[in-house]
């Protein structure tokens, strides 16, 4: 495989995924191609087919979504366009070039009410809380049409980021170093998972002798809260403020959030790849700034 066409090339994942094929040895002569909003909306379909057309990828990566829970909330039609007739314009524009697709979903397709032991596995079923969690279970659903040349992948609280608007790791250290005790949910679970493992674990993916089809959980190890997160954000950085607890209900969340989201990686483990514990990661990335 040597041509890759990345969607939401310039958000948190997009970023990283690009700087990781360009680093691994075994995909750093591939041509890739990154497209952001700047380039063209991904609800314009016509706009999607001709960038897909012109470029004849092997493989879609596409991270772009409208990402952002409460403003999906607020906004529905805007949640509705991006993330499934987005999903759409590329599903659509991979069946016309017969490229494969590898497209991001979210842990947030569950209601995170009784997840079962050791987490949600690839075939639970789906019941979404919020309107972000309904569009993405929609978009898997037109990723699941192209067969055996698609994947969906579904992860957890990135983090790894350089936008502190949408990274509670990057958003807790400012604060923190300005002196703000960061007020971190305590009740509240899932994997929280670092970009830059992530990326690589997709480069695994693409550079496997077998392609991988239908769904599949990639995350770091661990559950935890933001909060258990921020605590150890400050065991690493013993400056920072002691971070606030604080209750989902005290959140002002719009829509609701699953309690316990905890995503099993038993099918990526089988494929031969287990990701770090999340502690490693939050230090490598904190080695990083
Ligand atoms: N962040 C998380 O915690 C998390 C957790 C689970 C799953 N995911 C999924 O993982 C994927 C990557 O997430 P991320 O955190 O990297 O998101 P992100 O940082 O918000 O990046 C998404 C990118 O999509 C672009 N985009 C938004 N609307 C668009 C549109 N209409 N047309 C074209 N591009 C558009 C954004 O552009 P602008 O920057 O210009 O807005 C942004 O660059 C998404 O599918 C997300 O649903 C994320």
Same mark, same amino acid.
């Given at each position: 495989m040597a041509r890759v066409y990345v969607t939401g090339a310039d958000g948190m994942l997009g970023t990283a995924l690009r700087r990781a094929l360009a680093e691994d040895p075994a995909t750093a002569h591939w041509t890739v191609r990154g497209v952001s909003l700047q380039d063209f909306d991904i609800s314009d379909a016509r706009a999607v087919a001709d960038s897909v057309e012109a470029f004849r990828p092997d493989v879609v990566v596409h991270t772009a979504a409208h990402a952002v829970v409460d403003d999906c909330e607020r906004d529905p039609a805007l949640a509705l366009r991006v993330n499934v007739a987005g999903v759409r314009n590329v599903a659509h524009a991979c069946r016309r070039t017969g490229s494969r697709l590898v497209s991001l979903s979210s842990d947030y397709v569950f209601d995170g009410a009784a997840p079962p032991d050791g987490g949600y596995r690839e075939d639970d079923l789906p019941s /979404?809380? *919020? %309107?972000?969690g309904v569009t993405k279970a929609a978009g898997e659903r037109v990723c699941a049409l192209l067969g055996d040349r #698609? $994947? *969906?992948v579904r992860t957890s609280w990135l983090f790894g980021g350089e936008d502190a608007r949408v990274d509670v790791v990057l958003a807790a250290l400012r604060s923190g170093a300005d002196g703000a005790p960061a007020a971190l949910v305590h009740d509240q679970y899932s994997r929280p998972t670092y970009t830059e493992d992530l990326a690589r674990a997709l480069v695994f993916l693409l550079t496997r002798p077998e392609p991988v089809s239908g769904t599949l959980h990639i995350a770091n190890a661990g559950t #935890? *809260?933001?909060?258990? %997160?921020?605590? #150890? $954000?400050? !065991? $690493?950085? /013993?400056? $920072? /403020? !002691? /971070?606030k607890p604080l209750a989902m209900t005290e959140c002002g969340f719009v829509g609701g959030r699953p309690r316990d989201s905890t995503l099993s990686t038993g099918r990526?483990? #089988?494929l031969g790849l287990t990701l770090p514990h999340w502690r490693d990661a939050l230090e490598r990335f904190c080695a990083r700034l």
């Amino acid at each position: 495989m040597a041509r890759v066409y990345v969607t939401g090339a310039d958000g948190m994942l997009g970023t990283a995924l690009r700087r990781a094929l360009a680093e691994d040895p075994a995909t750093a002569h591939w041509t890739v191609r990154g497209v952001s909003l700047q380039d063209f909306d991904i609800s314009d379909a016509r706009a999607v087919a001709d960038s897909v057309e012109a470029f004849r990828p092997d493989v879609v990566v596409h991270t772009a979504a409208h990402a952002v829970v409460d403003d999906c909330e607020r906004d529905p039609a805007l949640a509705l366009r991006v993330n499934v007739a987005g999903v759409r314009n590329v599903a659509h524009a991979c069946r016309r070039t017969g490229s494969r697709l590898v497209s991001l979903s979210s842990d947030y397709v569950f209601d995170g009410a009784a997840p079962p032991d050791g987490g949600y596995r690839e075939d639970d079923l789906p019941s /979404p809380l *919020s %309107v972000y969690g309904v569009t993405k279970a929609a978009g898997e659903r037109v990723c699941a049409l192209l067969g055996d040349r #698609a $994947l *969906s992948v579904r992860t957890s609280w990135l983090f790894g980021g350089e936008d502190a608007r949408v990274d509670v790791v990057l958003a807790a250290l400012r604060s923190g170093a300005d002196g703000a005790p960061a007020a971190l949910v305590h009740d509240q679970y899932s994997r929280p998972t670092y970009t830059e493992d992530l990326a690589r674990a997709l480069v695994f993916l693409l550079t496997r002798p077998e392609p991988v089809s239908g769904t599949l959980h990639i995350a770091n190890a661990g559950t #935890a *809260s933001w909060h258990d %997160v921020g605590l #150890a $954000l400050r !065991e $690493l950085r /013993p400056h $920072l /403020p !002691e /971070p606030k607890p604080l209750a989902m209900t005290e959140c002002g969340f719009v829509g609701g959030r699953p309690r316990d989201s905890t995503l099993s990686t038993g099918r990526l483990t #089988a494929l031969g790849l287990t990701l770090p514990h999340w502690r490693d990661a939050l230090e490598r990335f904190c080695a990083r700034l």
